[in-house]
Each structure stands twice: as structure tokens, then as C-alpha cells.
């Protein structure tokens, strides 16, 4: 019912800097969070930036200072920007909207690879 199209993962130095995109289309009305979870080989999935309905958003305390969570409604779109970015945010970062209740949606992931 709902797609979420991830896109802007890549291999870079240390230092550097990404920006996720992740797509959205479907039925996505009432939409109660959005957010980014990565994982890394072995650990669990863990939040790294949300964003609640009414604009507010909350990053975990590794990524702040560094990322920014934001989204174009014109063009239903959620981003993460990623800057100085460190070998430990290596993961498969995945977006992720809640609508309504109960029914959470994810973006296919996509590979941020950061080497020293």
C-alpha cells in the first residue's frame, strides 16, 4: 500500500558527507513519524533521526551535530543529510513511516559505507 524508495548511499572517506533520499508514495496519508534506522553487521536496527507530524524531530545522541532530518512535502520526500561522517556510521540505513496505528512502512534499505 505503501512504497518508500530509498536512493543516496555510497562508499565515502571519512570526514565526508551523504544525503539519503527515500521516496515516498501509496496510500500515506495520516502519517504519524518518519524516520532513519541503520544497521550494521551483527547489532540491531536502532533509530538515528526521527521526525513526528508536526515537525518535531529527535536524532540519537551519536549523529547530532552531524545529521539533519528533513522532508519536501512538495516532492514526498524524507532526507538525511549526513556530514563528518565516521567509519562507525557504516550500516544499511533504512527509512521508515508510521501511519496510523500499527502499521509501520520501510525503505529497502541502502548501503553507507564510510572508510578511514
Known amino acids: 500500500q505503501v512504497q518508500l524508495v530509498e536512493s543516496g548511499g555510497g562508499l565515502v572517506q571519512a570526514g565526508g558527507s551523504l544525503r539519503l533520499s527515500c521516496a515516498a508514495s501509496g496510500s500515506i496519508f495520516s502519517i504519524a513519524f518518519m524516520g532513519w534506522f541503520r544497521q550494521a553487521p551483527g547489532k540491531q536496527r536502532v533509530l538515528v533521526a526521527g521526525?513526528?507530524?508536526?515537525?518535531?524531530?529527535n536524532y540519537a545522541d551519536s549523529v547530532k551535530g552531524r545529521f539533519t532530518i528533513s522532508r519536501d512535502n512538495a516532492k514526498n520526500t524524507l532526507y538525511l543529510q549526513m556530514n563528518s561522517l565516521k567509519p562507525e556510521d557504516t550500516a544499511v540505513y533504512y527509512c521508515?513511516?508510521?501511519?496510523?496505528?500499527?502499521?509501520?512502512?520501510w525503505g529497502q534499505g541502502t548501503q553507507v559505507t564510510v572508510s578511514s
Open positions: 521508515n513511516v508510521v501511519i496510523g496505528p500499527g502499521r509501520t512502512w
Open positions: 521526525m513526528l507530524a508536526g515537525g518535531t524531530t
